[in-house]
């Protein structure tokens, strides 16, 4: 499975979730919940952009070679943008999952996003 079917198979698997392609930027994903952006990708299945604690955010940055802080100021905000190179691993897919779930959380109504809390 390519990775942007991949993404898109976790995040609309989430409450609410719903992938929009923007055609202003060549068509561009992006998963919002209630309107909100939670994860922006490549069209190609390159790289995504999730929102993340500016905590946790600045960890990834400091340890993951493949991310760096969202451009536009995004990234004080706690947006990085991680590139996917080729065939990720199961162990980077997990990953992967937990920021996703993350973005999510962090973006979503206290309702929906508590969901995710209460799943098993």
Excluded: C
């Excluded at 993951?64 to 590139?83: C, E, F, H, K, N």
């Amino acid at each position: 499975m390519d990775n942007l079917r991949r993404l898109t198979k976790i995040a609309t698997a989430l409450p609410e979730a719903t992938r929009v392609d923007i055609e202003a930027w060549d068509g561009e994903p992006t998963f919002r919940v209630r309107g909100k952006n939670f994860v922006f990708a490549d069209p190609d299945g390159h790289s995504l952009t999730v929102k993340l604690p500016i905590e946790e955010a600045e960890a990834v940055v400091a340890t993951d070679p493949t991310a760096q802080p969202t451009g536009y100021g995004l990234g004080r905000y706690g947006w990085v943008s991680i590139a996917l190179v080729g065939e990720e691993s199961e162990q980077r897919w997990e990953q992967i999952v937990e920021w996703v779930h993350t973005s999510y959380q962090l973006v979503a109504p206290r309702r929906l996003a508590r969901l995710l809390d209460e799943s098993p």
